[in-house]
T-cell receptor, first 114, second 114 residues
Framework: SQTIHQWPATLVQPVGSPLSLECTVE??????LYWYRQAAGRGLQLLFYSVGIGQISSEVPQNLSASRPQDRQFILSSKKLLLSDSGFYLC?????????????FGEGSWLTVV | AQSVTQLGSHVSVSEGALVLLRCNYSSSVPPYLFWYVQYPNQGLQLLLKYTTGATLVKGINGFEAEFKKSETSFHLTKPSAHMSDAAEYFCAVSPNTGGFKTIFGAGTRLFVKA
C-alpha cells in the first residue's frame, strides 16, 4: 500500500531564516505531488504541484519554492521566512493517469515564524 | 469554473443525533466528489468519494453521502453521532475531464455534545 511521510512535524523559525520541509511517497511511482497550506481557521490553499521530476507549477506567487529532485520526493523551501508564512503545511499525492484524481495527504507540518 | 460551498462553518450536534454536513458544487458537468476529515493537528483523511455509478456512497466510520445532480449537492450524513466524530470536514470537487485541479471547500467544524 502507499504511504506518504513529511517532516519535520513541527518547526519554529525566526523571520528571515531559511525553510526546508520534505515529503516522500512510498508504494507508488510517478505520482502527482502537491504542497498545500492551511492557515489557522481557513481552508486549503494549493501552493505547488508537480507531475514529474523537475516539473513544478506554482499556484500562488510568494516567498516559497518547491523542488522535486527524485520521483517520490517533494521539498518545500524558502530562503527567508516571513511572519505570514506561518501555517500548517500539507504534502499530498495522487496517482498519475486517474481521471478522478483522489488526493492523499501526509500528516502535516506546523510552521511558526517568530 | 468549478466551486464548492460548504454551508455552515460550524455544526453542533448531540451524541447519538443525526449528522448532516452540507456541500454544494458548481460545475458545468458532474464532477468527481470527495469528503475528507481532519482531526486536530493531523492531515486530511479520505472519508468517501463519488466517481460514477451508485449515487449513495458509503465511507468509513459510518458516514455516507448522496450525489444529487439536480440539486448539485453532495451532503454528508451519519445516523448517530459519536464523540470521536468531532473534527473538521472538507468537501472537494475534481473535474471529470481529468487533471489535478481539485478544489476544496472552506471546511465545516463538527462539535459533538455529550
Amino acid at each position: 500500500s502507499q504511504t506518504i511521510h513529511q517532516w519535520p512535524a513541527t518547526l519554529v523559525q525566526p523571520v528571515g531564516s531559511p525553510l526546508s520541509l520534505e515529503c516522500t511517497v512510498e508504494g507508488t511511482s510517478n505520482p502527482n505531488l502537491y504542497w498545500y497550506r492551511q492557515a489557522a481557521g481557513r481552508g486549503l490553499q494549493l501552493l505547488f504541484y508537480s507531475v514529474g521530476i523537475g516539473q513544478i507549477s506554482s499556484e500562488v506567487p510568494q516567498n516559497l519554492s518547491a523542488s522535486r529532485p527524485q520521483d517520490r520526493q517533494f521539498i518545500l523551501s524558502s530562503k527567508k521566512l516571513l511572519l505570514s508564512d506561518s501555517g500548517f503545511y500539507l504534502c499530498a499525492w495522487s496517482a498519475q493517469g486517474k481521471r478522478e484524481n483522489t488526493i492523499y495527504f501526509g500528516e502535516g507540518s506546523w510552521l511558526t515564524v517568530v | 469554473a468549478q466551486s464548492v460551498t460548504q454551508l455552515g462553518s460550524h455544526v453542533s450536534v448531540s451524541e447519538g443525533a443525526l449528522v448532516l454536513l452540507r456541500c454544494n458544487y458548481s460545475s458545468s458537468v458532474p464532477p468527481y466528489l470527495f469528503w475528507y476529515v481532519q482531526y486536530p493537528n493531523q492531515g486530511l483523511q479520505l472519508l468517501l468519494k463519488y466517481t460514477t455509478g451508485a449515487t449513495l456512497v458509503k465511507g468509513i466510520n459510518g458516514f455516507e453521502a448522496e450525489f444529487k445532480k439536480s440539486e448539485t449537492s453532495f451532503h454528508l450524513t451519519k445516523p448517530s453521532a459519536h464523540m470521536s466524530d468531532a473534527a473538521e470536514y472538507f468537501c472537494a470537487v475534481s473535474p471529470n475531464t481529468g487533471g489535478f485541479k481539485t478544489i476544496f471547500g472552506a471546511g465545516t467544524r463538527l462539535f459533538v455534545k455529550a
